[in-house]
């Protein structure tokens, strides 16, 4: 079951993908109509394409398959390879890699903003969107705690819970340590 980096950074990249990943990262294996069921806005065939697309390039596997009426309904999970990739190229301190899994993370931001900029219904003020950038002093426990503090706060929002709601995505990103500027 060996997984080629370019089909994770594509995965990566692709808005639906990722966020089928964070559902079932986060939720555990699911079923096409769980995953629909957290995010109503996802068109049926494009999920069942996604999911077809993961699978083969072995990013999801199938846990379980029930036969509901004339129909087979797979359960999805993370594929335990991408996982120990993840937790590989951390033991390996591969820096080439890193930048790669990085580069698609950007990329799938800039493609993200200039689709949203091309639009000629955007309204800079009312749709929710920006950046900013604020630096920090921190250990790196001291990080992991305001990661675990900031997905406590987002976790509820990962739902939708009204028509009104839009789907956003909010990236945060602790860039590598700047060791020119050590200001006291």
Known sequence: MV????????CLGNPLKARVMMMI???GPLTPKQILSYDSKIPQASLYRALKSMEENKIIITVSETKVRAVVEKRYSL?????????EMMM???????FKLFMGFAFNLLRTFEEYTRREDIDLRKDGSGFFAVPVYATTEELEEM?????????????RKTE?????????????????????
């Open 3 to 10: 997984m080629e980096l370019e089909s994770v950074m594509e």
């Open 92 to 98: 390996k301190n591969d820096g080439d890699t890193y």
């Open 79 to 87: 594929n335990e390879e991408f996982k120990g990739g993840i937790d």
């Open 147 to 159: 990661y675990r503090k900031i997905l406590e706060i987002i976790r509820p929002a990962q739902v």
């Open 164 to 184: 009104n709601q839009t789907l956003h995505t909010l990236a945060f990103i602790a860039t590598p340590p700047d060791l020119l500027r050590r200001e006291a």
């Open 25 to 27: 990262n986060e939720h």
